[in-house]
DNA sequence: GCGGATCAC
DNA sequence: TATGGTGATCCGC
């Protein structure tokens, strides 16, 4: 989620660990920019793993400040986390993993050390014709919105139970936390944060399982409006959206922050839940806008070239999209840390980045972003897709108690090939490589590949060359095993005999979710008969649903049944979040013989 | 094409 | 009781 930034969890400070300045808050890369990491070099461990650790100077990522939690006692925060860590294999890990970052940082200096003048002045100029033609592909003719919604799946949750607004809350469990609403976050507790240690800065706080269907009902009924001001919205995640509304500011003679406004207002009409929108002349600009004035509210960046520059000079590089605690070290080890910087140190930049990280740093640097859906490269497939761009990958991984037997770990695989032959099936995909994924007990993730002679996608298929993989690893101890399939491919004719298979088990699940309904409809008839407003209510957001529904199926004519068969069930879940009670169960059914129809 | 690493949510 | 899952990209081989 856009809100709660990944941590990669604690970290031990290297000499330069320290660069945790301001409030961090995320910043999810643009689809088409993609991340442009930092080369990764092969060093040796432990080159600069000589100090002992103490809590003083531990920088955590958990410590950084997002909206809402300015007054924590970030010393405190520190000093707990480091205490339920220190003594962990993960700690060990993250420990190793900052020596090695350590070790690149170091390489880098050196390098950057012995680059002449002579050198510097060219790699400048180069930079210089580089920013020119940067500057030159400027555009600011658009306006983009980015909408970003606030603490969602704790935010979700607190509509089914309005007591925990007040009282500190996290979802999530004992093993992870994914979202901390406002109350919880003054305790210092935030996403990605293991919920342990939750639990000890937060005693009281309150847990709550993740329940996705109902973020994802959620979801619609926010794109539903998203859609009203851009057709062509990208959904980023369940929790945001980037919207180029620079035609319906046109069409109703609005500033993008009046269409901001209207659609902030339109969004919890709709969901009873609030977001945060940034307005600016690109995509990422707006993303870094949405995140100004969190929780609900906006933030502008004026579509000016000087109003876009005096913004950016002084941004934190955090901030921007595609650098994450990596490469803000990296940089910051070059006396860069803000965006202006990046400026410059134009002539360091072009010197000691690969041209691709270089572009990207130089662009950070005058504010430039996105500013056409798809990408600027407009490199989407053209199969008749529109926005929707194809996958690259698909994957199933588990994490468990450690595992040493072999025949414990051929079990599981099994089991993760089944469920990626599964998912792949219904995704009306085969693959041609197949990667095992092994995470042994002290956190190091090894990858195993093979590509195939040919694509595949049943179980039976792809089994054998991935236990072939994974006994070229025993023995090992591990915590966690993936499967992934790549190099993919639509499935073919063959599909067919397929889509009639999983046509048996939508019917079984329809009927499922009908029964389902009957048994949740007894709880609540007695609120239902009290209430005639809200049938009322709910008679109009069905008679929208529909039309909705005959829609949405009208567009996905020819897919696959088990995607019908989602967007039946996220409508009927989107339905029930609207009208704020159980669906009978003879409005599934109406629900079910539309999608029927189709 | 492979494996490690970074980034985002 | 002890730190997630999915997807993408980049770099250097």
């Known amino acids: 989620m856009a809100e709660e930034q990944t941590a990669g969890a604690a970290a031990a400070a290297g000499p330069t660990g320290q660069g945790c300045s301001g409030q961090h808050e995320v910043l999810q890369a643009v689809p088409a920019h993609g991340p442009h990491v930092l080369g990764t070099h092969q060093l040796p461990v432990g080159a600069a793993a000589s100090q002992q650790p103490s809590w003083q100077q531990y920088s955590s990522v958990f410590t950084a400040s997002k909206a809402g939690m300015q007054n924590v006692d970030k010393e405190k925060v520190k000093r707990v986390v480091f205490e339920m860590s220190k003594d962990s294999a993960h700690f060990k890990n993250e420990q190793r993993k900052q020596a090695q970052v350590d070790a690149r940082i170091a390489q880098l200096k050196a390098k950057a050390a012995s680059i002449s003048q002579a050198e510097l002045a060219a790699h400048q100029k180069a930079a210089d014709a580089k920013l020119a033609q940067l500057e030159a592909g400027r555009d600011l003719s658009r306006t983009w919105l980015h909408a970003d919604m606030d603490a969602f799946y704790a935010s979700v949750e607190e509509l089914d139970r309005p007591d925990l607004k007040s009282k500190p809350m996290a979802v999530g469990g004992m093993g992870m936390i994914t979202t901390a609403n406002y109350e919880a976050r003054k305790f210092g507790v935030r996403s990605a944060m293991p919920g342990f240690i939750a639990r000890k800065l937060c005693p009281q706080l309150a847990f709550v399982k993740p329940d996705f269907r109902k973020y994802e009902a959620a979801s619609v009924a926010t794109r539903g409006v998203f859609k009203v001001y851009d057709p062509h919205f990208e959904a980023g995640s369940l929790d945001e959206a980037y919207l180029d509304v620079t035609d319906y500011c046109a069409a109703h003679s609005m500033t993008g922050e009046q269409v901001a406004a209207e659609l902030r207002a339109g969004v919890e009409a709709a969901t009873r839940l609030t977001c945060s929108v940034g307005i600016a ?53 070059l006396g860069i840390t803000t965006c202006g910087q990046l400026l410059q140190q134009r002539g360091l930049i072009a010197a000691l980045f690969s041209s691709i990280s270089a572009r990207f740093f130089l662009g950070a640097g005058l504010g430039l972003g996105h500013t056409q859906h798809g990408g600027d490269r407009g490199d989407e497939g053209g199969a008749g897709g529109g926005s929707v761009v ?209």
Do not use: W
């Open 281 to 333: 002349p690109n995509a990422t600009l707006a993303k870094v806008a949405s995140d100004l004035n969190k929780p609900n509210g906006q933030a502008l960046v004026v579509s000016s070239r000087e109003a876009v520059m005096a913004f950016v000079h002084d941004l934190p590089i955090r901030k921007v999209p595609g650098i994450g605690k990596v490469s803000e070290q990296t940089l910051n080890a």
């Open 390 to 598: 194809a996958r690259k990958g698909i994957s199933c991984e588990r994490t468990f108690a450690n595992m040493s037997s072999s025949a414990d770990m051929e079990k599981m695989a099994d089991n993760l090939v089944q469920h990626l032959a599964a998912d792949m099936e219904s995704e009306g995909i085969e693959s041609k490589t197949l990667t095992l994924k092994l995470k042994t007990t002290d956190f190091a993730v090894r990858t195993r590949a093979v590509t195939l002679a040919g694509h595949v996608h049943t179980a039976q298929q792809m089994l054998p060359p991935i236990l072939k993989l994974l006994r070229a690893e025993l023995p090992c101890e591990i915590r966690l095993m993936g499967v992934r399939g790549s190099a993919l491919r639509r499935l073919t004719s063959a599909g067919d005999a397929l889509d009639a298979a999983a046509a048996g088990g939508r019917l079984n699940a329809l009927q499922r979710m009908i029964l389902q309904g009957r048994k949740q409809q007894q709880r609540g008839e007695a609120v239902e008969q009290q209430q005639g407003e809200q049938q009322d209510e709910q008679h109009c957001s069905m008679v929208i649903s529909y039309r909705q529904l005959a829609q949405d199926l009208a567009i996905m004519r020819g897919s696959m049944p088990s995607m019908k068969q989602r967007l039946l069930r996220c409508h009927m879940t989107c339905l029930m979040m609207k009208t704020r009670q159980v669906l009978s169960a003879a409005a599934m059914v109406r629900l079910a013989q539309m999608a029927r129809a189709h």
